[in-house]
């Protein structure tokens, strides 16, 4: 086989076979394909697309690349959810103890990351005490004694992913439905899942800008995890705003608890509603998605739903205090009021640009070795839809620092202000089943 001629198979149409993707996935893993062959296949695929057959192919070839996690000693059906990125998004530190508290097995592996605001891992470390390194072993018997252990990332997963991604990145062909699709996929099945939820962004602050892109992006993903035989589903919501109010990583976990208490945001508390139910439903512990999400409302009211976060945050050495008193979180010495510039109704608040704002503040990573201030952020008063008169606190800084001017400005610049009033987008736009 020579790259050459699949290069030139690709670019007059033709669909590549199972064999011809493995023998380039390994050869370029192996760099024995050189990046300019490999940019020029990006280019190819990128114009003439892949059928779901080459998209699984890719998939699983990347998947083979690197390490495999093994879950089979937990008992159960291991369903991963998987967001494709928003800011102060905390649904997974609410809906890890959520579908757990219905017996759904939770085994996470999360990351640090860079971005406006830490990771998972970030966000849990804001608690006195809690471990992630922990033993792979002791962590599969925390799952299967309490359902729920979260674990930072080890292994080399999907390292063709990681080689392809870079080059993508730098040869203009990232924005590719199958590419982000099979890059995305490849790295939730090598972390072991049996079963894969999807959050697919769209709006302003997403990835996918428009529902259009957004419905291809979540058809493509579930079309390949169910094709590599891993059950999938997706739900498409909406990004024209951060997710709840916080946004900071000790400030998204005081969110979280207060969502399991059932006294979360509304929006936060009904996207974890709607992902918790495909979760349970596809973890065989509901019959239907309607069942699978009157159960996960019956433990947060119950109050079974906090008391499986408080006995996952003692499990890994956590001071599960703070589900009672929050205030034992860190907290930042200042809060400072963010006023509305204008009158009007509230249109969009651009999620990354509140994101910015946080990271301004120290809540974020810019590179992999700074230190994150786990008590600062953004915590929004108004949100889309609300009238404001100008003068009035539409959010409040927490910060460790009194000179915050440049984060004010950001915070106010993120507020679409319009005179016409405003009817919100709906939160869930779409919801593909297998
Ligand atoms: N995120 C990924 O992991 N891969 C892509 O290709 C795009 C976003
Ligand atoms: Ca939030």
Redesign the pocket.
């Known amino acids: 086989m020579r790259m050459v001629d699949l290069i030139a198979k690709k670019r007059d149409g033709f669909a590549l076979s199972k064999e011809e993707i493995e023998y380039m996935i390994d050869q370029y893993t192996n760099d024995l394909i050189p990046d300019y062959q490999m940019s020029a296949m990006a280019m190819a695929l990128y114009f003439q697309d892949m059928t779901t057959d080459e998209r699984i192919h890719l998939t699983q070839a990347m998947v083979a690349s690197g390490d495999e996690i093994d879950l089979s000693e937990i008992d159960g059906i291991k369903v991963d959810k998987h967001s494709t990125g928003g800011v102060g998004d905390t649904t997974t530190l609410i809906l890890a103890p959520l579908v757990a508290a219905v017996d759904v097995p939770v085994a996470k592996m999360s990351g640090r990351g860079l971005g406006h605001t830490g990771g998972t891992i970030d966000k849990l470390e804001s608690i006195d005490g809690f471990q992630v390194e922990i033993d792979g072993k002791v962590f599969n018997e925390l799952v299967n004694k309490n359902k729920i252990a979260v674990i930072g990332q080890s292994g080399n997963l999907a390292p063709a992913d990681k080689k392809l991604?870079a080059l993508r990145d730098v040869t203009g062909t990232?924005n590719s439905i199958p590419?982000?699709a099979s890059?995305?996929m490849s790295?939730k099945i090598a972390s072991g899942a049996d079963a894969i939820v999807l959050d697919v962004k769209t709006g302003s602050g997403a990835?996918m800008k428009d529902l259009t892109g957004a419905r291809k992006l979540a058809e493509a993903m579930v079309g390949i995890g169910n094709g590599a035989g891993r059950r999938t589903m997706a739900v498409i919501s909406d990004m024209s705003q951060p997710l709840g109010y916080a946004v900071g990583n000790a400030l998204e976990v005081k969110e979280a608890i207060a969502t399991l208490k059932g006294e979360g945001p509304s929006d936060l508390t009904e996207l974890c509603l709607a992902l918790g139910s495909q979760m349970v439903y596809l973890a065989k512990k509901a019959d239907t998605i309607e069942q699978a999400r009157e159960k996960l409302v019956e433990v947060i009211e119950n109050g079974q739903a906090i008391e499986k976060f408080k006995t996952f945050i003692a499990a890994q050495g956590g001071d599960a205090s703070i589900v009672d008193q929050p205030a034992n979180l860190p907290t930042a010495s200042y809060q400072i009021d963010v006023k509305a510039k204008e009158t009007g109704y509230i249109s969009e608040i651009v999620a990354d640009e509140i994101g910015v704002a946080a990271s301004m503040l120290g809540a974020g990573r810019m590179t992999k070795d700074s230190e994150i201030d786990l008590a600062v952020g953004i915590v929004l008063k108004k949100k889309v839809g609300d009238y404001v008169e100008a003068g009035d606190t539409i959010a409040i800084a927490h910060s460790n620092q009194t000179e915050i001017k440049a984060v004010i400005e950001k915070t106010q610049m993120s507020y679409q202000i319009q005179k016409e009033e405003v009817t919100p987008d709906p939160l869930i736009h779409d919801v593909i089943t297998e």
């Open positions: 991604y990232v590419l982000i890059s995305i790295k990835f």
